[in-house]
Every structure is written in C-alpha cells, then in structure tokens.
C-alpha cells in the first residue's frame, strides 16, 4: 500500500543512506535530494525513488523538493 512520499535529505551520508531503504521497505515512496545524482549510482535502491538535485544552502532549492 502507499504511504505517501517522504523527502530525505542527507541521502549520501550515513544516515539517510541507511533511512532510504527502510521506508521504501514499509511502503513509502521516497525523494531524495543530494546536490549530484550520480553520487547515487551505486546505491542499489536508486533506481526505486525520485532524485531532485539541490544544493539546500540555497533557499530557492527548497522549492524543487515539492511534487
């Protein structure tokens, strides 16, 4: 069933590398940010959610994050 969407940031760190997989595990769909996409190619859950690149020191960025 679908949970809904959850924007993880920090998904090229420890954390929200190990928090992607789990949600998408429980149902959730899943946007990750990161400031490069291909920082995400090897990650084998990459090609299960939405990617948005942004640089969120940058306020503007926070608008590419909404669906």
């Known amino acids: 069933s679908d949970m809904g969407t959850v924007v993880v940031t ?9 928090l992607v ?5 429980a149902g ?4 990750c940010t990161t400031r490069s996409s ?3 190619d090897d990650r084998p859950w990459r090609d299960r ?3 948005v690149e ?4 940058v306020a503007w960025s ?3 994050m909404r669906p």
């Open 38 to 40: 291909a920082a995400l």
């Open 54 to 57: 942004a640089d969120l020191s």
């Open 49 to 51: 959610v939405e990617v």
């Open 28 to 31: 959730y769909r899943v946007r």
């Open 62 to 64: 926070f608008n590419l």
């Open 21 to 25: 997989p789990e949600l998408l595990e």
């Open 10 to 18: 920090g998904v090229t760190g420890y954390v929200g590398g190990r």
